[in-house]
């Protein structure tokens, strides 16, 4: 689980290009994208996503690759957690395969 602001607030990272996430993913971390707390840091998941890929330099592959990491992290039946990931797969490719 990665929050990229709250690592900043926090000092876990002093500078926001210095963030680790991409070292973890080539690492073979099942590493998700989420934003804390959002009422403290003022910020959405959107702006999380953002950050990663504007100001971290994160590649353009990795959104589709953490959405599914996070639904296969999801605390579900195991049954309910294959359909959420293939239910995600399905609206990915919808979305960048228009008909």
Same mark, same amino acid.
């Given at each position: 689980?990665?929050?990229?602001?709250?690592? @900043? =607030?926090?000092?876990?990272?002093?500078? +926001?290009?210095?963030?680790? !996430?991409?070292?973890?993913?080539? /690492?073979? +971390?099942n590493?998700t !994208?989420?934003? *804390?707390?959002?009422?403290? /840091?003022? !910020?959405? +998941? /959107?702006?999380? @996503?953002w +950050?990663? @890929?504007?100001?971290?330099?994160?590649?353009? #592959?990795a959104?589709?690759? $953490?959405?599914?990491? #996070?639904? $296969?992290? #999801?605390?579900?039946?195991?049954?309910?957690r294959?359909?959420?990931?293939? /239910?995600?797969? *399905?609206? =990915? *490719?919808?979305?960048?395969?228009?008909?």
């Amino acid at each position: 689980e990665v929050c990229p602001t709250s690592n @900043y =607030q926090s000092g876990v990272i002093t500078n +926001l290009t210095l963030h680790p !996430i991409q070292k973890m993913i080539d /690492s073979g +971390l099942n590493v998700t !994208i989420n934003t *804390d707390d959002p009422g403290i /840091s003022q !910020i959405t +998941l /959107s702006d999380e @996503y953002w +950050l990663l @890929y504007e100001r971290i330099g994160l590649n353009n #592959a990795a959104p589709k690759e $953490r959405v599914a990491a #996070a639904a $296969r992290a #999801a605390f579900l039946p195991p049954e309910e957690r294959e359909m959420l990931v293939a /239910s995600l797969e *399905d609206e =990915q *490719d919808r979305a960048t395969n228009p008909q």
